[in-house]
């Protein structure tokens, strides 16, 4: 379990990012972490990690004080960032470097995500294109068995099959005792594979719900006619009409539209927590 207690940070002290930020990541989920540009999703990643510390306030992952950076807690936690460097190794020198960090890396498991992302083992990683890069640094990544994986934007740079590889195998790999967040832009991109959602603005976590409960509160209704009376929560145009986000009191289940729940949350956040209090 992650569990963020009472997080202050700031990189200017007159304007701190987070003024009391909690947040408990349980195991078995994959969370989606989405915000705005400089909501501070990136930094919430660091901070899991251990890569920056609070002015205060307690982060604690698996047991352990994030900011310790104990050998006991980084042989469980993985991080891909969106901008990152790799050398002009080969990919076995590169395995032989940096798999010895990891107690649980499994060597067979690498392999045959290599095989699944169709990457040649025997070049050198500079050799590869952007997105080839990242999809080695997630077969990589998953071979750990980290059981926590921190992803910043994994989706960006690659094409529309290496997004539907990269929804596969995380899927397959992901284990009851992990957990894995994944802060992204691409919500469509991920629409299937997170659950729960987060959602942070101006460096406040200001939605926290599992998919299911999402289903049961909230109506999605891609192509809505308004008829008298009825309160909409959230709406925007779309080509031939508008989408609306209801409040759902029918008890019918749509498609959840996590762009749409993105806006809805962040503009009109008062009426969404409205909707989650009243009972079904």
Known sequence: ????????????????????????????????LLGRNGAGKTTLLKLIAGLVFPLSGRCMQNGFEAQDRIPEALVNIYILPEEFELPAIRISRYIDLNA????????????????????????????????????FLLAFGLSTNARLMLMDEPTNGLDIPSKS???????????????IVISTHQVRD???????????????????????????????????KASE????????????GSAALLA???GSESHIDLELLFNAVVNNTKAIHEAFANPS
Request: net charge neutral.
């Open 190 to 224: 991920l629409q299937s594979l997170i659950d729960p959602v987060v959602i942070m603005d101006e460096g406040k976590i200001i939605f926290n719900r599992g998919v299911e409960e999402i289903s049961k509160k909230l109506l999605f209704e891609p192509h809505h």
């Open 165 to 179: 590889q990269f929804r596969k195998v995380i899927a397959a790999s992901m284990e009851p005792d992990q957990i």
């Open 100 to 135: 010895q960090f990891y107690s649980n890396f499994d060597r067979g498991k690498f392999g045959r995500l290599m095989e699944e992302f169709q990457l040649d083992p025997d070049k050198k990683l500079n050799q590869f294109s952007y997105g080839q890069k990242k999809k």
């Open 229 to 240: 009376g009825e309160k909409i929560l959230y709406s925007e145009e779309v080509f031939g």
């Open 248 to 250: 759902n009191t029918s």
């Open 1 to 32: 379990m992650v569990f963020l207690e009472n997080i202050i940070f700031a990189y200017n002290r007159k304007k701190p990012l987070f003024n009391g930020l909690s947040l408990k990541l349980e195991q078995g989920n994959i969370y989606g």
